[in-house]
């Protein structure tokens, strides 16, 4: 299978009048400062009529710049298949997760090198993380304490804690 890229005329490009995620003015000013610092790396797919199946955000933020041509990989897809493949492109965002073990290093070391900006998180956002991650770790140490005190009354039987958080098993 060929993926390819062209760089065409932004013009040449229509957004999906049917686009299902809507794009605040926030998160395409995030877009643009992203796409001001690091270029653009992550390209538009649209249909070949130009109809834009994923990028609409990146399209705004790129006719907001000024820009006049941008990295586009065309396919041809039906109407049903372009609608799901639009939606499980934004939907898989949704379903994932931060691992917030990792996230929040990175977030202060970035925060230090006045970089966060550049992240799609500021510092609201940063410091709601950090209260996040305190108010689980003082629910995790809450029922690590419960659960010692059960066992100390309980016939010693280990059992596993979910997480208020995520449902994920936590073994004792």
């Known amino acids: 299978m060929e993926y390819k890229i062209d760089?065409?005329?932004?013009?040449?490009l229509k957004p999906n009048p049917n686009n299902a995620r809507q794009h605040t003015d926030r998160d395409i000013e995030n877009l643009v400062k992203s796409i001001s610092k690091f270029g653009f790396k992550n390209p538009i797919i649209a249909n070949k009529d130009g109809t834009i199946l994923v990028g609409n955000g990146r399209y705004l933020a790129c006719k907001k710049l000024g820009i006049k041509q941008v990295p586009v990989h065309y396919t041809d897809m039906s109407e049903e298949d372009a609608?799901?493949?639009?939606?499980?492109?934004?939907?898989?965002?949704e379903l994932s997760t931060w691992n917030l073990e990792y996230l929040l290093p990175q977030l202060e070391a970035l925060k230090l090198d006045n970089m966060l900006e550049y992240t799609g998180f500021d510092n609201v956002d940063f410091d709601n993380l950090k209260y996040k991650i305190e108010d689980y770790i003082h629910d995790i140490n809450y029922?690590?304490?419960?659960?010692?005190?059960?066992k100390k009354t309980k016939d010693n039987k280990k059992s596993d804690i979910v997480c208020p958080y995520c449902g994920g098993i936590i073994k004792i």
Do not use: G, H, P, Y
Not at 7 to 12: M, T
Not at 143 to 150: F, M, R, S, T, W
């Open 7 to 12: 760089i065409v005329d932004i013009d040449l």
């Open 83 to 93: 609608k799901a493949f639009a939606i499980m492109d934004n939907r898989s965002t």
């Open 143 to 150: 029922i690590n304490n419960k659960q010692n005190e059960d």
